[in-house]
C-alpha cells in the first residue's frame, strides 16, 4: 500500500517562500499522475497542482505563475515550490494522485501546515 508523507510547511511571512515535499512509497508512483492539494479551514480541500507523469503540470488560477510542480521519479518524491505567499494560501497541504476530477488513488497523508502571516 503506498504511503504519502508530506513535509516542509512552516510560518511564513507574505511574499517568502516555501518547498514542500512529499515521499512516496512503493515504485508504482513513477506512472502515477500527482498533485498537491490544500485544504484552510471550514473550506473544502482542493487541487492547486499537477504533474502528469510526462512532465507536464497544470495549475489552479489562484497559485498560477506563483507555485511549481515537479517530480523525482528516482527519489518518490513530488514537491511543491512556492513563491510570493499570501495569506489567502495558509492551509493544510496534501499529495494525492488524482483519478478524474474528484477522486484520488490513494489513502491522504497528515499533511503539512502552512502558515501565511500578513
Known amino acids: 500500500q503506498v504511503q504519502l508523507v508530506e513535509s516542509g510547511g512552516g510560518l511564513v511571512q507574505a511574499g517568502g517562500s516555501l518547498r514542500l515535499s512529499c515521499k512516496a512509497s512503493g515504485s508504482i508512483f513513477k506512472s502515477d499522475d500527482m498533485g498537491w492539494y490544500r485544504q484552510a479551514p471550514g473550506k473544502p480541500r482542493e487541487l492547486v497542482a499537477r504533474?502528469?507523469?510526462?512532465?507536464?503540470?497544470n495549475y489552479a488560477e489562484s497559485v498560477q505563475g506563483r507555485f511549481t510542480i515537479t517530480r523525482d521519479n528516482a527519489g518518490n518524491t513530488v514537491y511543491l515550490q512556492m513563491s510570493s505567499l499570501k495569506p489567502e494560501d495558509t492551509a493544510t497541504y496534501y499529495c494525492?494522485?488524482?483519478?478524474?476530477?474528484?477522486?484520488?488513488?490513494?489513502?491522504w497523508g497528515k499533511g503539512t501546515l502552512v502558515t501565511v502571516s500578513s
Open positions: 504533474i502528469i507523469s510526462t512532465g507536464s503540470t
Open positions: 494525492n494522485s488524482p483519478v478524474g476530477l474528484t477522486l484520488v488513488k490513494y489513502s
